[in-house]
């Protein structure tokens, strides 16, 4: 019984590790933009992004990942891989994909964390601070909305 247990657990590391190799999996551990943007419905949110303001020098990661913790950082950037490695490899890719409401709790705090001075003097204004940062800078991160007509640029 212990020899099948074994072999069993060989087995299963060796597929999971071949379907990890095959979808570049662990790509998605990493920083860089591109893994990002490995199915078609990120295209343009890429290519904005690349030719928007943020981009290339502000990485994905940086505002889509929560900080101030490491577990916590790369148990959500694995628990978004994992979701992405299966969506893409099981043809389950969303025609539009949203921000969760998780997301856009990380993208605004990334935002206030980034340009702390700027908060500083917008909630110090007449103005209730009730809103999301890109209501207003809809278009700073990943340029405007819409197809890109620039062709994939990767580095």
């Given amino acids: 019984m212990k020899r099948y247990l074994v072999i069993s657990f060989i087995a299963l590391a060796a597929a999971l ?6 979808t570049d999996g662990f790509s998605y551990l990493g920083h860089n933009p ?3 943007a490995n199915c078609h419905v990120m295209d343009s949110a890429y290519e904005n992004w690349y030719h928007g303001g943020h981009g290339p020098s502000i990485l994905c990661s940086e505002c889509h990942a929560p900080h101030g913790n ?3 950082y790369y148990f959500v950037k ?3 891989g994992v979701r ?3 969506s893409f490899s099981t ?3 969303p025609t539009l994909i949203r921000a969760t409401d998780a ?3 990380d993208v605004q705090a990334n935002c206030i964390r980034c340009h702390a001075e700027t908060v ?20 700073t991160s990943h340029g405007e909305r819409g197809l890109s007509l620039f062709p994939r640029q990767n580095k």
């Avoid at 590790?17 to 095959?22: A, D, K, S």
């Avoid at 500083?120 to 278009?139: E, I, N, S, T």
């Fill in 70 to 72: 490491i577990i916590v």
């Fill in 17 to 22: 590790g071949t379907f990890l190799y095959m």
């Fill in 120 to 139: 500083k003097d917008v909630m110090a204004g007449p103005q209730p601070y009730d809103r999301l940062c890109w209501d207003c800078h809809r278009a």
């Fill in 78 to 80: 694995t628990k978004l």
């Fill in 103 to 105: 997301t856009k709790r």
């Fill in 84 to 86: 992405d490695v299966y």
């Fill in 91 to 93: 043809g389950q890719i």
């Fill in 34 to 36: 591109t893994s990002c």
